[in-house]
């Protein structure tokens, strides 16, 4: 089974930085695609970043440029750099590992909250 824990969600002021961890266990790892996610209060579940297996990179429209997803995959660690934050960024950030057309498991997720 598959358990992911997601850390360094917190308080921030606008323009400030945070980065968010996600360590996997219970199965391989670097062959899984990894993936950030992020619900706001009263909305659903919208895509942030993933990643793939050999590191390439895919951000939503509203983070690229501001936010850095990577892995470690010796430490079984997803990353998520967030730089330049604003307060529509607040919301519950998610790591989820998965395969495509196979298994798929999230965390329990991280709160994030960007304000003066």
């Known amino acids: 089974q598959v358990q992911l824990a997601e850390s360094g969600g917190g308080l921030v002021q606008p323009g400030g930085s945070l980065r968010l961890s996600c360590v996997a266990s219970?199965?391989?790892?670097?062959?899984?695609?990894m993936g950030w996610y992020r619900q706001a209060p009263g909305k659903g579940r919208d895509f942030v970043a993933t990643?793939?297996?050999?590191?390439?990179?895919n951000y939503a429209d509203a983070v690229r440029g501001r936010f850095t997803i990577s892995r470690d995959d010796a430490k079984r660690t997803l990353y998520l750099q967030m730089t330049s934050l604003k307060p529509e960024d607040t919301a519950v950030y998610y790591c989820?590992?998965?395969?495509?057309?196979?298994?798929?498991?999230w965390g329990q997720g991280t709160q994030v909250t960007v304000a003066s």
């Open positions: 219970g199965r391989s790892f670097s062959d899984s695609y």
């Open positions: 990643i793939t297996g050999d590191g390439t990179a």
């Open positions: 989820r590992e998965y395969q495509l057309g196979g298994y798929n498991f």
